[in-house]
Nanobody
Framework: QVQLVESGGGSVQAGGSLTLSCVGS????????MGWFREAPGKAREGIAT????????YYADSVKGRFTLSQDNSKSTLFLQMNNLQPEDTATYYC?????????????????WGQGIQVAVSP
């Protein structure tokens, strides 16, 4: 079955950087849509970055555009999220997600496979 395992979270000060990793297994890594979502306390889950792992233009939410960057290592079935210039409002639980590429990877409501989530805390 599809499994997604996140790593790389932690605590940083504002302006700092973190890189999240998501290792996928149980599916053909390069034929899925994958992405990162986050959920802050008291807020709805937000899709922040998605990509078709076979290639294509990534999607970035306005809240992270210019600061966060997706990359991938197909040989290791791993999706990365490089997060720069982190701000306190980026504090959240971050989830890796995936879905078969039958519908648009930009359709944030269609992701069906989820990791367990990982905490990112940014202090002022």
């Amino acid at each position: 079955q599809v499994q997604l395992v996140e790593s790389g979270g932690g605590s940083v000060q504002a302006g700092g950087s973190l890189t999240l990793s998501c290792v996928g297994s149980g599916y053909a890594f390069t034929s899925f849509c994958m992405g990162w979502f986050r959920e802050a306390p008291g807020k709805a889950r937000e899709g922040i970055a998605t990509v078709y792992t076979l290639g294509g233009r990534p999607y970035y939410a306005d809240s992270v555009k210019g600061r966060f960057t997706l990359s991938q290592d197909n040989s290791k079935s791993t999706l990365f999220l490089q997060m720069n210039n982190l701000q306190p409002e980026d504090t959240a639980t971050y989830y890796c997600a995936a879905k078969k590429s039958g519908t648009s990877c930009y359709d944030l409501d269609s992701y069906v496979y989820w990791g367990q989530g990982i905490q990112v805390a940014v202090s002022p």
